[in-house]
């Protein structure tokens, strides 16, 4: 079956623009996770939904990083005035429950120029 | 607070012979463990996963991994490496009592295999 998918796959934008990225999770989990990946900080982790819902959104590094989820399923995380420290790969995972296996899609490396 | 510390940034060994890839812990609760591996350009795959059924851990493509809470370690060997074992591995805690919800990473191992 479908794994979960993030589009797009690489991102190019300048420095003070928006980006918004998506997450498909794999049908019927009802939990979504955002982690980012980048060189100084490794695998950190941003948000996490249960259904549209988000009881941890610790991770998110400031005011210009948000995210939701519609409809119990596609998620977008955006960032606003990005910066070039928001350079890294932006990974999407999706579990059948909270407490079950993750599984992670293949990310979304984002360049702020 | 949990963690995770990876001993090694890097490890290479030949083909066929053992890997040996370092992993400790800490943790307030009884945790879960688990390591990942990632594959250049791709998402992060679950090799294993220590959830306190057993302290010996079986994952896919030959890896084990030992949960040994004296030593506070989850290390991940397998007896033969193979060409297609060369990635970056992570160790991985998340807390029991919350479930899986929040996964804290190691800084990763990168497994070089030498021909």
């Known amino acids: 079956g479908a794994g979960v998918s993030q589009s797009p796959s690489n991102k190019v934008t300048e420095k003070g623009k928006d980006v918004e990225l998506r997450c498909d999770p794999i049908s019927g989990h009802t939990a979504l996770y955002w982690y980012r990946q980048s060189l100084g900080q490794g695998l950190e982790f941003l948000i996490y939904f249960q259904g549209n819902s988000a009881p941890d959104k610790s991770g998110l590094p400031s005011d210009r990083f948000s995210a939701e989820r519609t409809g119990g399923s596609v998620s977008t995380l955006t960032i606003q005035r990005t910066q070039q420290e928001d350079s890294a790969v932006y990974l999407c995972?999706?579990?059948?429950?909270?407490?079950?296996?993750?599984?992670f899609g293949a990310g979304t490396r984002l360049s702020v120029l | 607070a949990q963690s995770v510390t990876q001993l090694d940034s890097h490890v290479s060994v030949s083909e066929g012979t053992p890997v040996l890839l370092r992993c400790n812990y800490s943790?307030?609760?009884?945790?879960?463990l688990f390591w990942y591996v990632q594959h250049p350009n791709k998402g992060l795959q679950l090799l294993l996963k220590?959830?306190?059924?057993?302290?010996l851990v079986k994952g896919i493509n030959g890896f084990e991994a030992e949960f040994k809470k004296s030593e506070t370690s989850f290390h991940l060997t397998k007896p033969s490496a193979h060409m297609s074992d060369a990635a970056e591995y992570f160790c991985?805690?998340?807390?029991?009592?919350?479930?899986?919800?929040?996964?804290?990473f190691g800084q990763g191992t990168r497994l070089t295999i030498n021909p």
């Open positions: 220590y959830t306190s059924a057993a302290t």
């Open positions: 943790s307030s609760y009884s945790p879960s």
């Open positions: 991985v805690v998340s807390p029991l009592i919350q479930g899986a919800q929040k996964l804290v």
């Open positions: 995972a999706s579990s059948l429950w909270a407490g079950d296996i993750q599984y």
